[in-house]
């Protein structure tokens, strides 16, 4: 098991520049970071390669995230939305798989946040998210990429809320390259157990995001860690644990999350790093790794 976390902790913005936070997050002793996907396809090649070549020299691998704006909905009733969400996650792969990424995840099924003041149409976006990742999943496998799913809690999406859902969906989707995504912070919205979630996505179970209730940092709240470490080890999960943290107000990424107070404590920058790197000791005893 790989420990990581989403480099979005320290910014305010998804087009916040990632490059900087390679050699950061090897500092703090981890193994994994997470870069936003969203503003990927602005990076030039050059700087995609030598930041390519730092996670190589600091032994740390990349992972992406992305919430899909609602213009690039591969589930909207729009035909060309959806084209423009197909021709989009192309060139986001292609830059991407530049970066040796061979994980993706987030709503990657629909778009995110969801804007609910338009009526919902789970079963119709539900159809539309299955054909739509289909439709991108061999172009992944041929850069050897893995499309992770995220199941979110009901205010942030509707097609899919629990692990029962996301490997229903993943089924049908019926790809070897498209797996299910949890993340322990929906989870303890919409789950009966958190162990019980991990055992439904059993093999199936393609990446993890960890944080608290509030999203502050894993061991500062109450989620039940010794729980979700059981159940990760029970299904023998070989992948990445990726801490996301929210934990700072302000910007795109603290009207998203919707962070309306300062979870930080006042905390300056080597303090949250402290966090970090406290709360990747705490992960690693209790989850393995
Ligand atoms: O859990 C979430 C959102 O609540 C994230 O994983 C999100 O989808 C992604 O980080 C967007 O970049
Ligand atoms: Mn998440």
Redesign the pocket.
């Known amino acids: 098991m790989k420990h990581g976390i989403?480099y979005?902790y320290w910014e305010h913005e998804?087009s916040a520049k990632f490059g900087p936070y390679v050699e950061k997050v090897a500092k703090l002793g981890f193994d994994v970071i997470e870069v936003?996907?969203?503003h990927i396809n602005e990076y030039s090649d050059a700087e995609l390669a030598e930041i390519r070549h730092t996670a190589t020299d600091n032994n740390i691998v990349l992972t992406a995230?992305?919430?899909p704006s609602k213009s690039k909905n591969l589930s909207s009733p729009d035909i060309a939305v959806r084209q423009a969400g197909k021709a989009f996650f192309e060139q986001t792969l292609t830059n991407v798989a530049k970066l040796d990424i061979k994980t993706i995840?987030?709503?990657l099924h629909s778009y995110?946040?969801v804007d609910y003041s338009e009526p919902v149409d789970k079963k119709g976006d539900r159809a539309r998210g299955v054909e739509g990742i289909h439709g991108i999943a061999d172009f992944a496998a041929n850069l050897g990429i893995n499309l992770c799913i995220?199941v979110?809690?009901r205010f942030?999406n509707h097609v899919l809320n629990t692990a029962a859902e996301g490997v229903a969906f993943v089924r049908d989707v019926g790809k070897p390259n498209v797996k299910v995504?949890l993340?322990t912070?929906?989870m303890n919205i919409e789950e009966d157990s958190f162990g019980e979630a991990i055992r439904i996505a059993g093999p199936l179970l393609g990446h993890f995001?960890t944080?608290e209730s509030n999203r502050r940092v894993p061991g500062k709240g109450r989620i039940p860690w010794h729980e979700v470490g059981l159940a990760l080890r029970e299904i023998n999960y070989t992948g990445a644990v990726v801490m996301?943290p929210f934990v700072k107000t302000g910007g795109t990424i603290g009207s998203?999350?919707r962070v309306w107070r300062d979870l930080t404590d006042g905390a300056d920058e080597t303090k949250m790093d402290e966090d970090a790197r406290n709360s990747l000791a705490f992960s690693r005893f209790v989850l393995g790794g």
């Open positions: 989403y979005s998804w936003a996907a969203h995230g992305i919430g995840g987030g709503a995110w946040p995220e979110l809690n942030e995504m993340d912070f929906h995001h944080g996301e998203d999350i």
